[in-house]
Nanobody, 125 residues
Framework: EVQLQASGGGLVQAGGSLRLSCATS????????IGWFRQAPGKDREAISC????????YYAASVKGRFTISRDNAKNTVSLQMNDLEPEDTAIYYC??????????????????WGQGTQVTVSS
C-alpha cells in the first residue's frame, strides 16, 4: 500500500523555523519526485517545493525561495522541508505528494499520483 505521512507542523512565531517530514512507503521512492504543497483557507492549493529523488533536482516557488530547503534521505525513504524565517503568510495546511511521470517539476496538484494527509503550520505575528 502506498503511503505518505506528513508530520512536523505546529505553531511558531514569525521568524521561527519548522521542519516538515514526509515518510513514504509502499513504492520505490527513487522512481518518483516528491512535492510539497500548501493550502491556506479560501485559497487554492499551491506547489511550493519539489525534489527529484533520482537526481536531486529541486524547485522552489518564489514565495519560499531562500527560506525553505527541501532534502531527501533515500535510506529512510523520507523527504524533509526545512522552513526558516517563517511568516504569517506561510500559515496553511502542508501536504506532500508523489509523482512518477516524466517532467520536472510538476506544479499542478492533478499531476501527482499519491498524497499524504496534511499537517497544519500556523505562524503567529
Amino acid at each position: 500500500e502506498v503511503q505518505l505521512q506528513a508530520s512536523g507542523g505546529g505553531l511558531v512565531q514569525a521568524g521561527g523555523s519548522l521542519r516538515l517530514s514526509c515518510a513514504t512507503s509502499g513504492f520505490t521512492l527513487r522512481d518518483y519526485a516528491i512535492g510539497w504543497f500548501r493550502q491556506a483557507p479560501g485559497k487554492d492549493r499551491e506547489a511550493i517545493s519539489c525534489i527529484s529523488i533520482k537526481d536531486g533536482r529541486t524547485y522552489y516557488a518564489a514565495s519560499v525561495k531562500g527560506r525553505f530547503t527541501i532534502s531527501r534521505d533515500n535510506a529512510k525513504n523520507t523527504v524533509s522541508l526545512q522552513m526558516n524565517d517563517l511568516e504569517p503568510e506561510d500559515t496553511a495546511i502542508y501536504y506532500c505528494a508523489a509523482y512518477s511521470s516524466s517532467g520536472f517539476p510538476h506544479l499542478q496538484a492533478n499531476g501527482y499520483e499519491h498524497w499524504g494527509q496534511g499537517t497544519q503550520v500556523t505562524v503567529s505575528s
